[in-house]
């Protein structure tokens, strides 16, 4: 797990949330989710979570959270019960039956703003912090955001970031890594880093929608035979990439938890201003947001591969194979316009 310093002082966080507040609490968020999939041995923690009951057809990164949360005692958990997972519900209810905290937060699916306003004031209260320090809090982490958006920029723009790279920066915004100096300095270091490179050329331009991948390998594959994401959909997201004025406004803004008119406005955007060639909408094994596939193929204007991946590990060959058909396809497209 990320350096922990006092354990009482970490709070898991099963999903993105205004983690503004917790870092205003003096508290350290941990993104459970990246401490599964970061751990040496993914693929155990979902048997130990399946010895402990969870079925065959639960998704893997429940069962990783739950191992994750035992494994590291977490005492305190953020559960997102509304706007993410209805099994987060459940999986809450058995994690608070083995003496974790539990404190609920709720995205409104009609993207109420008192609702959400509500719920930011709840969390505050339920850490004991208050508005003008989550603001300070929110003022401190924008800077952050703000270079994020730079190494964004330098993804699509100038060309010099990997989608693998874009990926592990974005993804790890949710916590900052539970340290946002460590975090800020790591970023700082990389950004001069990128500033030396050449820039990619000739490469097919994809956008990666849906959850982060299961896959280990899965950016890599796709630059060893000629692509490269210059779009992470969620994973920017994580990242609350905005100008607004205050949390409220933030966290409205981010497009993952509500329906999905927002995230086709957002993905409508990259295309253009990204120039995309196709999307990859991967899929995780069991889970409820395998359906929205249906509603992106039917909104959005360029080609769309859809992957499914259940359990960590390296892509297995049909799905190799299938990436390698659709980069084909797409440069024959190419050639041909
Ligand atoms: S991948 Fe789907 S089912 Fe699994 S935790 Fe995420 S939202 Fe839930």
């Known amino acids: 797990m990320a350096k922990q310093g006092n354990r009482s002082s970490v709070i898991g966080i099963t999903s993105t949330i205004p983690v503004e507040i917790v870092f205003a609490a003096g508290l350290r968020p941990v993104d459970l989710n990246n401490v599964f999939i970061n751990s040496s041995e993914p693929e155990r923690l979902i048997s130990q979570a399946e010895s402990a009951g969870f079925s065959h057809n639960i998704c893997a990164w429940i ?43 709720d995205y409104p699916l009609d993207r109420d703003g008192d609702f959400l306003r509500a719920q930011i004031e709840r969390l505050s209260i339920s850490l004991s912090t208050s508005w003008s320090d989550v603001r300070a809090a929110r003022l401190r982490l924008k800077r952050i955001r703000d270079k994020l958006r730079e190494l964004d920029r330098l993804t699509f723009i100038d060309n010099v970031v990997t989608g693998f790279e874009n990926h592990l920066f974005l993804v790890s915004s949710s916590d900052f890594r539970s340290d946002p100096e460590v975090y800020e300095s790591d970023l700082d270091e990389f950004l001069i880093e990128v500033g030396e490179r050449e820039p990619k050329k000739d490469e097919i331009r994809l956008g990666y ?17 000629g692509g490269r994401v210059v779009f992470n959909e969620v994973q920017r997201q994580f990242s609350i990439p905005y100008d607004n004025e205050d949390i409220v406004e933030d966290y409205l803004d981010y497009t993952y938890p509500y329906d999905a008119e927002g995230r086709i406005e957002d993905i409508k955007r990259a295309i253009k201003e990204r120039g995309l060639d196709g999307l990859i909408h991967y899929t995780q094994t069991f889970c409820f947001r395998q359906l929205y596939d249906i509603i992106l193929r039917e909104n959005l204007p360029i080609p769309i591969l859809t992957l499914e991946g259940d359990r960590p590990g390296r892509i297995d060959s049909r799905t190799g194979i299938r990436i390698e058909a659709f980069l084909e396809m797409l440069d024959d497209r190419s050639y041909n316009v």
């Open 63 to 105: 069962k990783g959270i739950y191992s994750t949360v035992i494994n590291h005692d977490v005492k305190k958990v953020i559960a997102v019960t509304g706007g993410d997972c209805s099994n987060t519900i459940a999986l809450a209810e058995i994690l608070a039956r083995r003496g974790v905290e539990i404190i609920p937060f």
């Open 209 to 225: 929608l849906g959850v982060p991948p299961i896959f280990g390998d899965l950016y890599e594959y796709i630059e060893s035979l």
